[in-house]
T-cell receptor, first 116, second 116 residues
Framework: AQKVTQAQTEISVVEKEDVTLDCVYETRDTTYYLFWYKQPPSGELVFLIRRNSFDEQNEISGRYSWNFQKSTSSFNFTITASQVVDSAVYFC?????????????FGTGTSLTVIP | ETGVTQTPRHLVMGMTNKKSLKCEQH?????MYWYKQSAKKPLELMFVYSLEERVENNSVPSRFSPECPNSSHLFLHLHTLQPEDSALYLC???????????????FGPGTRLTVL
């Protein structure tokens, strides 16, 4: 079974709209880390955020915000007032601390297109 | 140069060719990774090196051969590839491997490989 599910394959929004990207994860561990990455057309995965399983506070960084809810095993990402430069593929990832190493489990990504 | 760099950015090769992908990290990290990214599939971890020793090899065919001469450089040697090996190959680095999920991975821009 896939550990990270991003059910939204593609999303299109008009510029200045808000958009939420969903991420649902699966783990039996009590200590784990969640990540979001952005992959623009250039190909590089750009690190956006890392959260540990003990910190459920929502986080805001400029137009970006993240909603972590352990009760639903979700770590959703919202972009407020979207811009064309936000067009990219966004990946959610999970890493489980009890692993012997720093292995990440990635979702299949959500392709976001912001239409001017 | 900063972050993680990869060369070449694009590569087209025949099935009988031998080529190498290069990755260099300028972050002072001790762990380096090769991932394969195919369309509509999660990122696939191929190899991990920690302190220049291979610590993970996820059932990758022998036509892919990694090399890590020092903690800053990582190579992926390719020979007798198949068309299904066409993909984006991403390199990443993190502070360590044994931290067990606490270290953020930073990615390079990738090499877009096409096998004819």
């Amino acid at each position: 079974a896939q550990k990270v599910t991003q059910a939204q394959t593609e999303i299109s929004v008009v510029e200045k709209e808000d958009v939420t990207l969903d991420c649902v994860y699966e783990t039996r561990d009590t200590t784990y880390y969640l990540f979001w990455y952005k992959q623009p057309p250039s190909g590089e995965l750009v690190f956006l955020i890392r959260r540990n399983s003990f910190d459920e506070q929502n986080e805001i960084s400029g137009r970006y915000s993240w909603n972590f809810q352990k009760s639903t095993s979700s770590f959703n990402f919202t972009i407020t007032a979207s811009q064309v430069v936000d067009s990219a593929v966004y990946f959610c990832a999970l890493s489980e601390l009890p692993n012997t190493g720093n292995q990440f489990y990635f979702g299949t990504g959500t392709s976001l297109t912001v239409i001017p | 140069e900063t972050g993680v760099t990869q060369t070449p950015r694009h590569l087209v090769m025949g099935m009988t060719n031998k080529k190498s992908l290069k990755c260099e990290q300028h972050l002072g990290h001790n762990a380096m990774y090769w991932y394969k990214q195919s369309a509509k599939k999660p990122l696939e971890l191929m190899f991990v090196y920690s302190l220049e020793e291979r610590v993970e090899n996820n059932s990758v065919p022998s036509r892919f051969s990694p090399e890590c001469p020092n903690s800053s450089h990582l190579f992926l040697h390719l020979h007798t590839l198949q068309p299904e090996d066409s993909a984006l190959y991403l390199c990443a680095s993190s502070q360590g491997w044994l931290a067990g999920g606490t270290d953020t991975q930073y990615f390079g821009p990738g090499t877009r490989l096409t096998v004819l």
